[in-house]
């Protein structure tokens, strides 16, 4: 499946299929500074009613010397997080070099 951002701003988005349907969103409350906390909000519609939104999760992004970690029932069960449903956002969300191309 493709999804497209729109607008194409990834902490404050929706999620569109190349089908042209809404599959997924992402609202982010927008801290003073980087050395404050925010979160982020991922939802979608929901499958029992169509007027009605899911929460899939919510990431919270820590401020200076804070661990960002995403809370979602999505990750009950799995080894990682022993019976948490949280994981920490850097086991998710890595990168190769810190200025890679």
């Known amino acids: 499946m493709e ?3 729109v607008p194409n701003d990834p902490v404050n988005t929706t999620f569109v299929s190349s089908d042209g ?11 003073l500074s980087s050395l404050r ?20 999760g919510e990431i919270v992004w820590g401020g200076f010397a804070r661990r960002s970690v995403i809370h979602s029932d999505l990750f009950k069960g799995h080894d990682a997080v022993a019976g948490s ?6 086991d998710l969300l890595w ?7």
């Open 3 to 5: 999804l497209y951002l």
């Open 21 to 31: 349907f809404l599959r997924y969103w992402v609202r982010t409350s927008r801290p």
């Open 37 to 56: 906390t925010c979160s982020s909000i991922v939802q979608r519609p929901s499958a029992r009613d169509s007027n009605d939104q899911e929460t899939l």
């Open 85 to 90: 449903n949280t994981v920490k956002v850097k």
């Open 95 to 101: 990168k190769i070099k810190t200025f890679g191309k």
